[in-house]
C-alpha cells in the first residue's frame, strides 16, 4: 500500500464517522501523507454579534483539517494542544479553506500547522496543532 493510498483509506475511514464536520457542512478536499485540506462556506448560522464568522466555526474548521492530516497514516492521533490566532475575519458567503502540512513527527508525538484562507487569497487564520498518538488503527491492514 502506498503513503497515498493509506492516507485516503484513513481520511475516508474517520469520515465515515465525522458527524461534527459533516453538520458543519465541511467536505473533505484533499488529504495526503501528513496534508490534509477541508473548506466550508460561511452561512448565516455562522455569524456572531459582529455579522462575521464566529471564531470557534473557523478553530473547527483548522482543527478537522488538522486531526485528517495527523490521522493520515493509519495510527489513531489526537490533539494534545492548539493554538490558533485569527487574522481577519470570515464574511458570510466566503467559502474557507483550511491547509494542514505536517512539520514535524517523532515518537508519539506531532505538530501541525494549518492556514485557513479565504477565496481572495487572504489569510483567516493560523492554527498550530500537536498531536498524539494513542492505541488503533482506522482499517486493519495487511502485513
Not at 491547509?99 to 485557513?116: K, P
Request: proline content about 3%; some cysteine; hydrophobic content about 40%.
Amino acid at each position: 500500500m502506498t503513503p497515498e493510498e493509506r492516507a485516503r483509506r484513513s481520511a475516508e475511514a474517520m469520515w465515515a464517522n465525522d458527524r461534527a464536520s459533516k453538520w458543519l457542512g465541511m467536505s473533505l478536499d484533499e488529504v495526503g501523507p501528513g496534508t490534509a485540506t477541508l473548506s466550508f462556506e460561511v452561512q448565516d448560522h455562522h455569524l456572531n454579534g459582529h455579522d462575521i464568522c464566529h471564531g470557534g466555526y473557523i478553530f473547527t474548521l483548522a482543527d478537522s483539517a488538522f486531526a485528517f492530516a495527523c490521522n493520515s497514516y493509519n495510527q489513531t492521533v489526537v490533539a494534545q494542544m492548539n493554538v490558533v490566532t485569527f487574522v481577519s475575519p470570515g464574511k458570510a458567503g466566503e467559502r474557507l479553506t483550511a491547509v494542514a502540512r505536517e512539520l514535524s513527527r517523532a515518537g508519539r508525538s506531532g505538530i501541525y500547522d494549518v492556514v485557513v484562507t479565504a477565496p481572495d487569497g487572504r489569510e483567516v487564520a493560523q492554527f498550530r496543532g500537536h498531536s498524539r498518538q494513542i492505541a488503533g488503527q482506522h482499517f486493519e491492514e495487511e502485513t
